[in-house]
């Protein structure tokens, strides 16, 4: 259900590695080239909290459940301060990560409890009339191979980008898994394609949003 009228949420996921910032930066473009007004911002993250809460988790040690808590105190506070004063005055939010990155990596990489999540996810998203999420979500998506390829000798990796292939067949398989049960909230992008066909298949999905 959509409760975020009239403004659209719109949120990109995929593995480390998908391509999701370069395709990020071309959706937020074609916005700008139709004057559409929007906000770009990302999960861990999007205030100046959370921006150093995104620190500590991406490269501080700590227990995976304090990990999936802070998650969701991010979420909180960038709801609260950017996203829902942005979606009330009628922009477009455009949210690099989101809640299914918790449940991807927090549930499926991790292993933590899903039935823990859905209180979380309640208790932070909730809202009169249902549940606070984005209108559509842009999965980016890559085998892991494509992924590690384009990680390797890029920056000092993180927390989450050192992990075992293992763990990231798992991230994989979580967002495939919510892409299924999403009612067509969750579109899979084929992210291993060359960048003009992600952006042709990207430019299909904005023209069904009316941007054409
Ligand atoms: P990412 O978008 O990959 O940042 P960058 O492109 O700058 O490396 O996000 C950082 C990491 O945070 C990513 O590895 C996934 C992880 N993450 C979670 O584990 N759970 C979450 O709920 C979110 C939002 C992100």
């Known amino acids: 259900m959509s409760l975020t009228p009239p403004g659209r949420f719109i949120s990109l996921e995929g593995l480390d ?31 100046p909290l959370g921006e150093k809460l995104r620190e500590l988790l991406l490269h501080e040690a700590m227990h ?10 991010v ?3 960038h709801l609260a301060q950017v996203i829902e004063p942005a979606l009330a005055q009628g922009r477009w939010v455009i949210c690099d990560r989101f809640t299914d990155a918790t449940y991807a990596y927090q549930v499926g990489g991790r292993g933590l409890d899903l039935t823990k999540f859905a209180a979380l996810e309640q208790w932070v998203q909730g809202r009169e009339g249902g549940l606070l999420q984005p209108d ?6 890559v085998p892991l191979e494509v992924s590690r390829a384009r990680l390797a000798g ?6 989450f980008e050192r992990e075992q292939d293992a763990f990231f ?12 049960a999403s009612g067509g909230r969750l579109r899979v992008l084929d992210a291993s394609q060359s960048v003009a066909q992600v952006q042709a298949d990207l430019a299909a999905v904005l023209a069904e949003l009316g941007v054409a």
């Open 17 to 47: 590695g998908a391509g999701k910032s370069t395709h990020l930066a071309w959706l937020t473009g074609q916005l700008a080239a139709r004057g559409i007004d929007h906000l770009v911002t990302r999960e861990p993250g999007g205030t």
């Open 136 to 141: 559509l979500t842009l999965l980016f998506d």
């Open 169 to 180: 067949e798992r991230v994989r398989a979580a967002y495939h898994a919510r892409a299924q």
């Open 154 to 159: 890029a920056r000092e990796l993180d927390r």
């Open 64 to 73: 995976l459940e304090t990990e999936a808590l802070l998650m969701f105190a």
């Open 75 to 77: 979420r909180r506070e």
